[in-house]
């Protein structure tokens, strides 16, 4: 609370007989225990830079090399080999600290001690980068893994230190290797082969071969040279510490909406349910979430480990808060913080901002809980312009950036706006209700379409999420993609969903754990000088974003019959079983196949991010065509699956280790347009549609609890929209042993998509090939 408090901290007026000067001794508590705090975070910040630098070496280690080398000295063994007299021999003589032999002794052990430590810390990182660079073990079959790789874990783990810090791997981590452009090409036509008649392979053929012999070398030569001072590749070559390529190329260039074309939603636990009051809710929730936060800046959360054994990239994770999207004429920007002490929050049309913190102590849960009561019990109306404000985050960008130069520059504008924008997070508080009901299945989709865009003025887009809080205290995310992809903000929210259900906990009436402050100062509504002009253009962002979310079909579902404890049986991978079943399904729904874009991660890389799996392979063709026939042997129909599955799972592998298709064409194509150089071969592959976007959502990154001593404490993932006008995007998560959520989304535009009969056709598709193992199944 100590910035409320510091226009009252100090006031004076002048009088007749002087100077009257009024001094609140409260307010001065707060903004010196404020500034305690912000140096203490800054001490713990040089801390774990400190412990960061020298990982896997720790203090202690230092000790016990110094302690050695003195050691040995009175012992009158030289394990230095000389090396101590040569330092001792440099030191400068004379008075002051080197006056005396013990003195000159225990410094020149210190300094060769130290030098020791830290090349055995450079020999240690480097041989665990070295280490990290192998990745046979993701090729080998599962019970069968090789002596060679069972070597290779038992050094990784020792090399990996007992406690590590979230970023302590990083420089450990290798690079994100360039492909051979032979490679990528024999992959990309591949790829295309199944998808093409032969005449239009032949071109597309040509087109390629001709860009590898003449264009491609001289595009590659630059990437590689790039590729040796960048820590990666897809970093651009001036700002490497801005953004990188598929960020500013993909992300933050793009001048259409962000609602529905670009964010994300998260759906909250969905089978069981922990508090029905909004307000106590978000207390837990915004608690939860602020805790969390404390342990990312201190470093405290552990790295997500592959197999407990491989750690992964976590730089996304530094612009999970305080962050936000700034609009731009050509280009948009991310703004980041390294700190916020409030969030922003909408109710009714109004902004409220409402601070995290008395002095320095973070607002208990019940604290928090009567803040936003105050919010949801305030009847002022809205301003002027206030109420659909936050559409101009929904619309388009550059119209965006020209309002936001043009109206809110100055004033008491800028400085709403500036609340809005630097806050820790945006929450929203819906005055409707959204829960799933299995007995009634729209109503997943109705919270879908809630979470994917609300009213289109609900939630502001630009903040890298919003917590929505609907009035029965169900609660979601929308989430902007740009600063980091699906599984980072995926981690938060097991955290925060995790904590709240075991940790925190409510009231038997339903309000957070404790006894509120009444003291505290109410939330400080925003205030706003919208003219005219600016509502006009705010309700033609509007009218643009109202459109764009009235044309989107969603449809969310449970798959009841199986989960992945029945795709074991089958003796496949979880996501392979499902990409078949949604190739089957997508021929069953268009009467063709088309090019299928799945998201991987290439986090066990240093700055990676995701790589495109190409779903849509030669085996899996092969397959759903024997399926449609309807002539084959059962036998031959197993044997085409497994082809099939064996094909996806080596893709998804090959992606995962730097060596898929799309990125390296991506920063070749962007090379070439450095460079001016044109490609007819890059055009057309960068410009082919992704009519089926596809992603699985992953889950229990963090063990909060046992999931099978609380089965039902489930999420339902989240969804995106379409990627093409005339395609489907499709989000799954393989929810537990027993069951699956789908997100499905098309656009009501399109004569040729329909979401629910997509999602029929996902649904006929698992259970059709489920009956080619003849697994049993629980009831529908």
Request: overall charge positive; charged content about 20%; some cysteine.
């Amino acid at each position: 609370m100590a910035e409320a408090h510091q226009a009252v901290a100090f006031q004076f007026t002048v009088t007749p007989e002087g100077v009257d000067f009024r001094l609140s001794r409260e307010a001065l508590k707060h903004i010196y225990l404020s500034g305690i705090n912000s140096w203490k975070r800054r001490l713990i910040r040089i801390k774990n830079g400190i412990l960061r630098g020298v990982y896997p070496g720790s203090p202690t280690s230092w000790l016990v090399v110094v302690m050695t080398t003195l050691g040995s000295s009175y012992c009158n063994v030289d394990i230095s080999m000389g090396l101590t007299c040569f330092i001792q021999r440099w030191l400068p003589e004379g008075c002051g600290p080197y006056r005396t032999p013990q003195t000159r002794t225990l410094l020149s052990v210190a300094i060769f001690s130290t030098g020791v430590w830290m090349m055995g810390i450079l020999f240690f990182r480097q041989t665990l980068k070295l280490l990290l660079s192998y990745h046979g073990w993701m090729f080998e079959m599962h019970g069968q893994t090789s002596h060679f790789t069972k070597v290779w874990a038992m050094c990784v783990r020792l090399l990996s230190g007992r406690r590590p810090m979230l970023y302590s791997f990083q420089t450990s981590l290798p690079k994100l290797p360039v492909p051979s452009v032979s490679a990528t090409i024999y992959r990309y036509l591949e790829s295309v082969k199944h998808l093409l008649d032969d005449k239009e392979y032949y071109r597309m053929e040509t087109l390629a071969k001709e860009f590898q012999e003449k264009t491609a070398p001289r595009l590659q030569k630059y990437l590689v040279l790039k590729s040796w001072w960048a820590t990666n590749y897809l970093q651009p070559p001036t700002h490497p510490q801005v953004s990188d390529w598929w960020e500013e190329y993909v992300y933050l260039k793009g001048r259409t909406p962000l609602m529905v074309n670009s964010n994300y939603y998260v759906m909250d636990l969905v089978l069981v349910k922990n508090a029905d009051v909004q307000a106590a809710r978000l207390g837990n929730i915004v608690h939860a979430m602020i805790k969390y936060r404390h342990k990312l800046d201190r470093e405290e959360i552990k790295p997500v480990m592959v197999l407990g054994i491989v750690p992964m990239c976590s730089y996304q994770m530094e612009r999970m808060f305080n962050t936000t999207r700034i609009p731009g004429k050509d280009t948009d920007v991310l703004q980041h913080l390294t700190d916020s002490r409030h969030v922003a929050v909408y109710h009714k049309g109004r902004f409220f901002k409402l601070w995290l913190y008395e002095g320095s102590r973070l607002l208990r849960p019940r604290d928090l809980e009567m803040q936003f009561q105050r919010i949801l019990d305030d009847p002022s109306p809205p301003q002027p312009g206030e109420e659909k404000l936050a559409a101009l985050t929904a619309g388009g960008r550059a119209e965006w950036a020209q309002v936001r130069q043009a109206f809110f520059g100055s004033g008491k504008n800028k400085a709403a706006l500036d609340a809005i924008e630097r806050a820790a997070f945006f929450v929203a508080l819906d005055e409707e209700s959204h829960r799933y009901d299995p007995e009634d299945e729209a109503s997943l989709s109705l919270y879908g379409k809630a979470l994917l865009h609300g009213s289109c003025y609900n939630r502001w887009f630009d903040k890298s999420f919003t917590l929505i809080a609907f009035k029965n205290g169900q609660l979601g995310l929308n989430t902007e993609h740009a600063w980091a992809d699906a599984p980072i903000i995926g981690h938060l929210w097991e955290f925060v969903l995790g904590t709240d259900s075991f940790d925190l906990g409510y009231t038997e009436t339903g309000h957070c754990l404790g006894k509120p402050n009444p003291v505290l100062a109410p939330p400080q509504r925003l205030q706003w000088d919208i003219p005219k002009q600016c509502q006009a253009v705010i309700e033609s962002s509007y009218q643009v974003a109202k459109a764009l979310a009235d044309d989107v079909e969603l449809y969310c579902f449970q798959f009841l019959p199986f989960g992945k404890g029945l795709i074991k049986k089958c003796r496949t991978s979880p996501d392979a079983f499902v990409q078949i079943a949604l190739q089957l399904a997508h021929f069953r729904d268009r009467g063709r196949l088309c090019l299928t874009y799945e998201a991987s991660m290439t986090r066990m890389f240093r700055e990676g991010r995701t790589e495109t799996v190409r779903s849509c392979t030669c085996e899996s063709t092969a397959f759903v065509r024997a399926m449609a026939q309807g002539r084959h042997l059962k036998a031959d129909l197993q044997d085409l699956f497994r082809k099939a599955a064996e094909k996806h799972q080596n893709m998804y592998r090959l992606a995962m280790t730097g060596a898929g298709i799309d990125r390296h064409l991506f920063c070749l194509y962007v090379v070439s347009k450095y460079l001016g150089v044109k490609s007819p071969f890059l055009a057309e592959v960068l410009s082919e549609p992704w009519r089926l976007s596809t992603s699985q959502t992953a889950q229990f990154q963090i063990r909060m609890f046992d999931p099978n001593q609380y089965p039902n404490h489930l999420g339902a993932g989240g969804g995106f929209g379409p990627v093409a006008n005339d395609g489907y995007g499709v989000s799954y998560m393989i929810a537990g042993e027993n069951t699956i959520f789908f997100h499905v989304s098309s656009k009501f535009s399109s004569s040729e998509t329909n979401a629910q009969r997509f999602g029929n056709h996902i649904r006929q598709a698992l259970l059709d090939i489920a009956d080619l193992f003849q697994v049993p199944k629980a009831d529908s």
